[in-house]
């Protein structure tokens, strides 16, 4: 879970520009689970393509 985590995280750093990039995160628990979200401004894969 680290590595995966860590790799995310990598790859919208390397995908946000230096000036104005914006990364968040956040965590939650539902239904007795948890969940963590991640978003950024950066280029990527569009909602139509991803999961969103």
């Known amino acids: 879970m680290k ?8 790859n919208a750093i390397e995908a ?6 914006q990364l968040a995160r956040s965590t ?3 239904a007795g689970k948890y969940v963590i ?3 950024n401004n950066g280029c990527g894969i ?6 969103i």
């Open 3 to 10: 590595i995966a985590l860590t790799n995310i995280i990598v």
């Open 16 to 21: 946000m520009r230096t000036q104005d990039g």
């Open 28 to 30: 939650l628990l539902i």
């Open 37 to 39: 979200q991640i978003a």
């Open 46 to 51: 569009s909602a139509k393509k991803g999961l």
